[in-house]
C-alpha cells in the first residue's frame, strides 16, 4: 500500500502577497501626503481612514460576533467627549489623550455590556440604540462642557499639537492613517487567532460552535469590549480634527453609524476586505453627489438595496465567489503535491476555512 502524499498547509496566497506589497506601497505614500497633497485633500483622506476604522469595527461586531449594533455612536460621543474633558480640566496633551480615550472605552464598555448582553436578536440593535441616547442625553447636562450647545476646544489645546497650522494638520492626518492602520491590523490579529477561530466558527453557525464547546457569550464579550475601546479612541480623533463638540454631532445615529452600516453592507460584511471597498465606493458617491441635497441620501439608498438584491454578501463576496481571491492571509491552505494521481478531485490545491481546521 503507498504511502498517502505529504502536503502542506499555508498561509498566504499569491494574491494575499501581492496585495500585501502593493498595501506597504500604498501606505507609504499615503505617509507622504503632507508632502504632496493639499489641505483639502489631507482633511478628505483623514475623513476617509477614520470611516474606514469604524466600518472595520462595525464589520468585527456584526459581521464575526453576530452583534447588530445601532447604537456605536454612543462609544464616538464618548470617546469626544473623554477628549475634551481631558485636555481641557486634566490638561492632558491631545495626542496622548486619545489612547488614554481608548481604555476609558474599555472600561464603560465593561458595564454596558453586561447590561445589553441581556437581549437578543432585534431587542438588542434597540438596546444599543437606547444605551446612545442615554449617553447623548447625559453629555447634554454637563455644562462644563456647553450643556446642550457644545464647546469648542480652547487655543492653548489647539497649538499644543504642534506649533504650527501646518505641523498640526500633518499630526491630525498621520494619527488618522494610523489609527485605521491599526485597527485592520487589530482585527486581522484577531482573526487569526483562537479567538478569531471562534469567531468563525461563531459566523457560520452559532449552534454548531456551541455544541463544539466554544464559550459564545465570553467571545462576543471580548469582541464587544475590544470595539468599544477602539471605537472610542477613534471617536476622540474625529473630535480633534473639528475641534468643537456638541452632544447632537457627537452622538449622531446618522453620521456614526447608518453610514457605517451602509458601508459595511454594499461592500460585504464578514470580511475585512468589504468595509474597505464600501469605504471608497461610498466616498466616491459622497463627493460626486453631496450637492444634490435630499436626493442624495435617496441615491444612497437605492444603491443599497440595489446592491443587496445583485450582490447579498456585497460587492467583495460577489467579487470573491467568481474570482475566489482572498487578499487578507486569514484562512490555511492545503497544497498537495503537484504530481498527484488523477483520482484526486481536489485538484493540486484546495482553500478551506479556517473554521473546517477544527478536529
Not at 20 to 33: D, E, K, N, Q, S
Not at 156 to 179: D, F, N, P, Q
Not at 303 to 331: C, H, N, Q
Amino acid at each position: 500500500m503507498s504511502a498517502a502524499p505529504k502536503h502542506t498547509v499555508a498561509r498566504f496566497s499569491p494574491a494575499s502577497r501581492a496585495a500585501f506589497v502593493i498595501a506597504l506601497l500604498l501606505l507609504i505614500g499615503l505617509a507622504l501626503a503632507p508632502w504632496w497633497a493639499g489641505r483639502a485633500d489631507m482633511r478628505l483622506m483623514s475623513e476617509l481612514f477614520l470611516y474606514l476604522a469604524l466600518a472595520c469595527l462595525w464589520n468585527l461586531l456584526a459581521g464575526y460576533a453576530g452583534l447588530v449594533s445601532v447604537g456605536q455612536q454612543a462609544f464616538v460621543g464618548f470617546g469626544g467627549y473623554c477628549l475634551f474633558a481631558a485636555t481641557i480640566f486634566l490638561g492632558v496633551p491631545p495626542l496622548l489623550a486619545v489612547p488614554a480615550v481608548g481604555v476609558a472605552g474599555v472600561l464603560i464598555a465593561i458595564p454596558v455590556a453586561f447590561l445589553i448582553f441581556r437581549l437578543r436578536g432585534a431587542y438588542f440593535a434597540i438596546g444599543t440604540w437606547v444605551i446612545a441616547e442615554v449617553f447623548r442625553l447625559t453629555a447634554a447636562q454637563v455644562s462644563a462642557l456647553g450643556g446642550g450647545s457644545g464647546t469648542s476646544l480652547p487655543v492653548t489645546v489647539v497649538k499644543s499639537i504642534a506649533a504650527s497650522r501646518s505641523m498640526r494638520e500633518a499630526a491630525t492626518y498621520w494619527m488618522a492613517l494610523g489609527i485605521a492602520v491599526a485597527v485592520l491590523v487589530v482585527v486581522c490579529l484577531l482573526l487569526r487567532s483562537r479567538r478569531g477561530l471562534a469567531l468563525t466558527a461563531i459566523r457560520d453557525n452559532e449552534l454548531a460552535s456551541q455544541s463544539l464547546g466554544i464559550d459564545i457569550w465570553r467571545a462576543k464579550f471580548f469582541v464587544y469590549v475590544i470595539t468599544a475601546g477602539l471605537t472610542a479612541a477613534v471617536g476622540a480623533l474625529i473630535f480633534l480634527q473639528k475641534l468643537r463638540i456638541s452632544p447632537d454631532a457627537a452622538f449622531s445615529v446618522n453620521d456614526w453609524t447608518a453610514f457605517v452600516i451602509f458601508i459595511v453592507v454594499i461592500g460585504g460584511i464578514g470580511t475585512i476586505e468589504g468595509p474597505i471597498i464600501g469605504t471608497i465606493v461610498f466616498f466616491l458617491l459622497r463627493e460626486t453627489l453631496a450637492d444634490l441635497g435630499s436626493l442624495y441620501l435617496m441615491i444612497l439608498g437605492f444603491v443599497a438595496i440595489i446592491i443587496m438584491l445583485r450582490a447579498p454578501k456585497g460587492i467583495w463576496g460577489y467579487v470573491r465567489e467568481r474570482t475566489g481571491l482572498d487578499l487578507f492571509a486569514l484562512s490555511r491552505r492545503v497544497v498537495l503535491p503537484s504530481n498527484m494521481g488523477p483520482t484526486d478531485t481536489n485538484g493540486p490545491s484546495k482553500e478551506t476555512d479556517r473554521g473546517s481546521q477544527t478536529t
